[in-house]
């Protein structure tokens, strides 16, 4: 069997050769890099299975390593954990966000370097699983254009990004860099005021997009899109998507279509806003997300007081009162974040 092979990037020789010497005996083959610049010229040539970065380094730091590998096909969906001194929480966020998969604080020991190694390799082998939801979907987009198997190449290219609960995906204001498909988990877009106050203008589950106004109209993203819980993206970056919307009209007009569905699911939650009761707008909250879960029987919503709120429009007090109402009527049941739905058809017909 073919061993794997793990590029380590670190300027401190006594760390580099010590964790170089763990890996081996592991039976890894391992590539040693004294410097950014060397390890991105390492990674090209050797294609490694796995990359280990230190962050602070001269020449080039971790974070320049990690864009740099982004930028090329061939190495962006390489897994990289970074080594790192600097236990901040900002500093490992930045990572993650970059699209690190995971982090390893020095100092570190045996058994924690080789669970990190083996859990990032194992999902790595898992990654067809995820692609299959994305392929299937993309080929129903792209039904009967003779260019379906180069499409499935460039979505096989991409790399699956696993996002923490509450981790941001994008800014409001931040520079499109494509749209991105949920594999697993769920994704909410929310828009703050002036004052603060935020209102969740989009929640994605399994096989849905987002981000996609900002691609057509070239625009910086308009929303924040935050993880809800643990969830797995695949990013489809602009260039490709520009080419793809270009040469299959049938993939445009099905983009324009989801497109379509979210305006008009903007234009209804906008209704709700300004007519409806806060009664009325926190049934037709859950039922949305009843909606969303696709779910057979008694269904079970884990959301947040706070997202109820951004979602409905109203103070987090006001929501614990209305769910409260709502228990004592026999239409859910509630036990801290988790909220079961007894009476989805009560919700339904709530009157305003």
């Known amino acids: 069997m073919k061993k794997q092979k793990i590029l380590i990037i670190e300027d401190n020789d006594d760390i580099r050769e010590s964790t170089a010497e763990i890996l081996e005996l592991a039976d890894f083959e391992v590539f040693e890099a004294a410097n950014g610049k060397i390890g991105v010229e390492m990674a090209n040539a050797n294609l490694p299975d796995l990359i280990l970065c230190d962050i602070m380094m001269p020449e080039l730091d971790g974070y320049g390593v990690l864009y740099l590998l982004n930028k090329n096909p061939l190495t962006t969906a390489i897994p990289f954990i970074f080594l790192t001194a600097k236990a901040e929480r900002m500093d490992m966020r930045k990572g993650m966000e970059m699209g690190a998969d995971d982090y390893l604080v020095k100092p570190f020991d045996d ?38 198997k180069e499409l499935d190449k460039m979505i096989l290219e991409r790399k699956v990004r696993s996002i923490k609960k509450k981790q941001i995906i994008y800014y409001e204001g931040d520079t499109v860099s494509g749209i991105y498909l949920v594999l697993s988990g769920k994704v909410k877009t929310i828009k703050l005021s002036e004052d603060g106050r935020e209102l969740l203008t989009g929640m994605y589950g399994p096989d849905e997009y987002f981000g996609i106004p900002a691609l057509l109209l070239n625009e910086p993203y308009t929303e924040t899109a935050e993880a809800l819980e643990d969830t797995t993206v695949c990013q489809l970056p602009k260039e490709m998507m520009e080419e793809l919307l270009h040469r299959y009209p049938d993939v445009a007009r099905q983009f324009i279509h989801i497109l379509s569905n979210n305006l008009l699911e903007k234009e209804e939650q906008l209704l709700q806003l300004a007519y409806h009761s806060v009664r009325k707008r926190m049934a037709e909250v859950l039922v949305r997300l009843c909606k969303q879960e696709k779910q057979e029987g008694l269904i079970s919503l884990r959301i947040s007081r706070d997202n109820l709120a951004a979602m409905a429009g109203m103070a987090t007090e006001t929501v614990s009162r209305i769910l409260s109402d709502f228990k004592d009527e026999g239409i859910i049941d509630r036990r801290g974040s988790q909220i079961g739905i007894l009476d989805q058809p009560k919700l339904q017909q709530m009157k305003n």
Do not use: C, M, W
Request: cysteine-free; glycine content about 6%.
């Open 111 to 148: 058994i924690e370097l080789l669970n990190a190694i083996e859990s990032r390799l194992n999902k790595k082998a898992k990654v067809e699983q995820f692609y299959s939801k994305s392929i299937d979907k993309l080929t129903h987009l792209a039904a009967g254009n003779s260019g379906i």
